[in-house]
């Protein structure tokens, strides 16, 4: 499959990011209802869904070279964006493993992966095309790649990535690469346990969601990965939308009209998959952010009218933890242009082939 | 606020020894003792007071009943102490520790380092409900904040002290509380005295 | 890296003591097996004349090896029949089904030493902890429990590292357990594996000596990772009475029987699968069901839960 690349496009400045048709086409939308709540939506990440960016088990779009751009801008910036525990050698490797074999045989026009051997002490040469990489170095040798093996492949990938130690019957963040995430600190939480890093989230806590998902991830078994959706909205198509940077972004916030809306307000949608490593025993969770401004969502009849519905009856609570309550209103504004209040169809397929 | 139900805050409880355990170390912050409180240390240590010892940082109390304390000066010389123990500590000690929440975790932080597991480590707090709070944008730390906005020890930004708590740092997070609306500052009170 | 079972042909079959049999196995496409981690283990499908077995067994081969996955079978005298299958009728050739590894004593990677004890087989885990401590450099001891004329069988399995020690029960050689235990550092990790007998004397020595329990590792054998024992259940709106083989779930009979049941996870936690259970006593497993609504036991979750007795009745 050949992905025509949008080199240039920006995450910041200029904001150039846009998406194609077919991008809007194959976005992720989260709402298969009119009403939105925490539930433990976890299902096996098949191969098959809604949409194709659950083909591959993980996506690259016509944004891939962008994103990468964006990432090492800010990590130039702000370097503790990656951080790895000591003890988490072993989970690195298994992360470059698992994304140079899945991304090499499932897109092998633009990367290719030759291994002397599988084992620890081999020699592999891994080819990125797109962003022009040849790299040969020893698998299990941290020394042989210009950075430790966690950095190196992640910024070869898109969205964000944490890695889960499992000891005494918990998860522990003790690993992660995160430059475009929704208002959480990677150097703030690092190391902490599975309900303390979800502790700031409202709602969720009182209806045990985290106990029962902590239960069965412990569980999660190599070779059978799960997925969840995850939203948020954001200002602009923004990635670094980090509580670090929140002094560049926050009045964004402020911005928002409701005739700018459609162009501002980007709905951000996160393709969550766990995986089981191999070595480590570690949980991998990658984080996949797909951006759609409301200009773009409107041009899908359904989606437009069910995100309407959605954030018109969203808790206040939760208005509030997304960061919503600004801008709100103007959005709900725009998007009432959009609904008709017909009846809508359950689930979230797009239920056109072309664009209005 | 000390009572806010944030998964990511610690519970603290009193200070009760662990009879299973090989040998017990308690450390204290003085200044926060309040009137009593070592006799009440006394008695509940009094089981397995032939292997206790007692580290009293601060001021130099007597502290009849809980065997010969040794005096250090501030929590610094307590990190120091247990990164050179000579001996080391074996799988079956203990760590009691009592004192102002960064107190505790400026303790637990180097006691991870030498080995302890959070199974060895008992927490009890004292005194005043001060924070550390660790600015997500600088990176620097604020100590002794009272109120529920503070201004950046590091980056003069005014932080908005949430509840979160990383036990890492010892610290609270604090994001900057006018970003979306430059200026526009909440009334500053006291809620962490 | 995507799957859950797979096919695997004997490449190798070598008694190596009595009653002890080692098996090299590989993908029988001749393909790539997923690569496993120090302390995993494998559950095979063994198919007799009779009956069928699924027995679990650690791999012995090398943490990460992809060409083949290596187990050593003790032949078990009054076992369900597994062991005996592989010492008497598995030969080099036949094809056995095989899930992906699963891991439920990994060594805990935080540790600042690893402490193992075996007790004669329980080796078999601490053989791929061995090499994966090699390999990182971690600190480690090996105590291996066997008996005299077992340590020249195990011998050449744990190369010449000076990090184990054999002891067996004669004066000046067996493990005094409570001094081991006494001894140990603070960021030390206990691992044990053996008889029954020794795990629970370790285990009780290392609460004597003030271990904290998140520091002690049993490997815990023989627990079924699914299945149990066969049972009937009544879907009565679909008027269908079903036979729930012991080696598949009641959602997979319900399937199976061409009745929709709504499921997600498939593994006990999202609740989409919960049914209203009109008759019957379930054996409850699943993550999402409350203490209280399992008390009431009007509800189950097909997808892991069977029946503790008898015939279940279900409102589907």
């Not at chain 1, 400045?13 to 433990?40: C, H, Q, T, W």
């Not at chain 2, 303790?107 to 600015?135: D, E, K, M, N, Y």
């Not at chain 2, 036990?167 to 009334?187: K, Q, S």
């Not at chain 3, 066969?230 to 399937?255: H, K, M, P, Q, Y």
Request: net charge negative; with cysteine; hydrophobic share 45%.
């Amino acid at each position: 499959m050949s992905i025509a690349f949008k080199p240039e496009e920006t995450f910041r400045g200029d904001y150039s990011y846009r998406n194609s048709d077919a991008a809007i086409l194959r976005f992720p939308f989260p709402f298969p209802e009119d009403k939105y709540m925490y539930s433990v939506n976890i299902e096996p990440h098949v191969r098959s869904g809604p949409s194709d960016v659950f083909i591959r088990p993980f996506d690259v779009d016509e944004h891939y070279i962008a994103e990468c751009r964006d990432r090492a801008i800010t990590l130039e910036r702000d370097p503790g964006r990656c951080q790895v525990l000591p003890h988490m050698m072993l989970a690195q490797w298994d992360t470059l493993e698992l994304l140079m074999e899945n991304l090499s045989a499932d897109y092998p026009e633009h990367f290719s992966l030759t291994k002397e051997g599988d084992d620890f002490g081999s020699r592999w040469t891994w080819t990125n095309r797109p962003l022009g990489i040849e790299q040969s170095f020893i698998f299990g040798d941290a020394a042989t790649l210009p950075c430790e093996p966690f950095e190196y492949i992640t910024r070869q990938a898109q969205g964000d990535f944490a890695i889960c130690d499992q000891r005494d019957d918990n998860l522990y963040m003790d690993a992660g690469m995160v430059t475009s995430q929704a208002d959480w600190s990677l150097e703030f939480d690092v190391g902490m346990s599975f309900m303390e890093w979800h502790g700031p989230v409202p709602l969720a806590h009182q209806t045990g969601v985290f106990e029962r998902a902590l239960k069965y991830l412990l569980m999660l078994r190599l070779g059978q990965p799960v997925r969840r959706l995850n939203w948020t909205m954001t200002i602009n198509p923004r990635l670094d939308t980090s509580p670090e940077s929140f002094p560049e972004w926050g009045t964004d916030r402020a911005s928002v009209t409701p005739d700018n809306a459609g162009s501002k307000v980007h709905l951000r949608v996160e393709l969550q998959t766990l995986w089981r490593l191999p070595r480590s025993n570690a949980i991998l969770f990658p984080i996949r952010c797909y951006l759609a401004s409301l200009d773009d969502l409107a041009r899908v009849p359904k989606w437009g009218a069910r995100l309407h519905r959605v954030l018109s009856s969203l808790p206040p609570q939760l208005v509030e933890y997304k960061g919503l309550t600004r801008y709100l209103p103007a959005a709900l504004a725009w998007l009432s242009r959009h609904d008709d209040g017909a009846e809508l169809p359950i689930g979230t397929e797009a239920g056109v082939d072309t664009l209005t | 606020m000390l009572h806010s139900d944030i998964k990511s805050r610690p519970t603290y409880r009193a200070l009760e020894p662990d009879l299973a355990a090989a040998g017990h170390l308690l450390v204290i912050e003085a200044a926060t003792l309040q009137p009593g409180g070592l006799a009440g240390l006394a008695d509940a240590f009094a089981p397995v007071v032939a292997n206790l010892h007692t580290w009293l940082v601060g001021e130099a109390l007597a502290a009849p009943g809980l065997g010969k304390p040794w005096h250090l000066p501030a929590v610094a010389d307590v990190v120091d102490a247990l990164a050179c123990a000579t001996r080391g500590y074996g799988i079956g000690d203990r760590l009691y520790v009592q004192g102002t929440e960064p107190f505790l975790w400026s303790v637990a932080t180097a006691a991870a380092i030498v080995g302890f597991g959070p199974g060895q480590l008992q927490l009890c707090h004292a005194g005043s409900l001060q924070r550390r709070v660790w600015c997500t944008h600088c990176h620097g730390v604020t100590e002794q904040v009272t109120t529920n906005v503070v201004p950046c020890a590091g980056c003069g930004r005014h932080l908005l002290v949430r509840d979160h708590f990383s036990r890492r740092l010892g610290a609270f997070m604090g994001v900057m509380v006018d970003a979306e609306a430059p200026g526009e500052i909440p009334a500053i009170e006291e809620v962490f005295a | 890296m995507i799957g859950d079972t797979l096919l695997l042909q004997v490449a190798a079959v070598t008694d190596i003591a009595p009653g002890l049999r080692h098996l090299r196995l590989v993908a029988a496409d001749g393909g790539k097996l997923p690569p496993a981690a120090a302390g995993a283990h494998v559950q095979f499908v063994l198919e007799g004349a009779a009956r069928t077995w699924r027995n679990a067994y650690s791999l012995v081969s090398r943490p990460g090896a992809r060409d083949a996955w290596e187990i050593i079978v003790r032949r078990v005298p009054a076992s369900r029949g597994g062991s005996a299958f592989i010492h008497e009728q598995l030969e080099v050739g036949d094809r056995l089904l095989a899930g992906w590894p699963g891991n439920l004593f990994a060594p805990v990677r935080i540790a600042r030493h690893h402490l193992m004890i075996a007790g004669g087989i329980g080796i078999t885990p601490f053989l791929s902890y061995l090499a994966e401590f090699g390999f990182t450099g971690a600190g480690h001891a090996l105590h291996v429990c066997c008996r005299e004329s077992e340590k020249d069988v195990f011998a050449p399995w744990l190369g010449s590292s000076p990090a184990v020690a054999f002891h067996w029960d004669a004066d000046g050689h067996r493990l005094d357990i409570p001094a081991l235990l006494a001894s140990q550092p603070a960021g030390t990790h206990l691992y044990v594996c053996g008889p029954a007998a020794m795990n629970d004397e370790v285990m009780a020595a290392a609460a004597v000596a003030g271990w904290p329990a998140s520091h002690v590792h049993c490997e815990h054998f023989g627990s079924a990772l699914f299945g149990g024992e066969a049972f009937r259940a009544f879907l009565v709106r679909s008027g269908i009475e079903l036979e729930v083989a012991e080696d598949e779930s009641l959602l997979d009979a319900i399937e199976r029987a061409g009745v929709a049941a709504p499921c997600l996870c498939r593994g006990g936690a999202c609740g989409v699968c919960v049914t209203p259970l009109l008759e019957g006593e379930a054996e409850h497993r699943d993550h999402f069901l409350s203490a209280d609504e399992r008390a009431a036991g009007r509800l189950i979750m097909p997808c892991v839960s069977r029946a503790r007795a008898g015939r279940l009745v279900l409102d589907l």
